[in-house]
């Protein structure tokens, strides 16, 4: 059996990652574009301590447009954080509220997603939101 060192498996990870780029930054798909002015919108699945948290940080850069978690509570939480924070600004905030994660995903209007769901679904989850 050969011993991977860290050095090759940076290289071979790096090199892996390198081309399977390839296809998405060439790719024909639509993609919204966005103008000078135009804030990404982002939609948080898995809205606990820390999906909630990192929602808010985003906030600064992003517009929160979808907040998704199988406890109910803690989507209307996040949404009425979220709209408190908007409110703040001088903004209003429509924010949907999901409890499938996969409703999120099938929206075309969504530019990034923060996953902040227990670990164990995170590569679930982000694969197909890649993938769509």
């Not at 999901?98 to 990034?112: E, G, L, N, T």
Request: proline share 2%.
């Amino acid at each position: 059996m050969t011993q991977v060192t860290r050095r090759r498996f940076l290289e071979s990870t790096t090199t892996l990652a390198a081309a399977g780029s390839v296809g998405y930054l060439t790719s024909t798909s639509p993609v919204r574009a966005a103008g000078p002015n135009d804030r990404p919108q982002i939609a948080v699945i898995g809205c606990g301590g820390q999906g909630t948290g990192d929602g808010r940080r985003a906030q600064d850069h992003a517009d929160i447009v979808a907040v998704c978690d199988v406890d109910t509570s803690h989507s209307a939480y996040a949404k009425a954080g979220y709209t408190r924070r908007m409110a703040a600004k001088g903004k209003q905030a429509m924010i949907d509220v999901y409890d499938d994660y996969r409703a999120i995903i099938d929206r075309d209007d969504i530019d990034a997603i923060i996953c902040g769901t227990v670990d164990h679904w995170h590569v679930k989850i982000s694969a197909e939101a890649m993938k769509s």
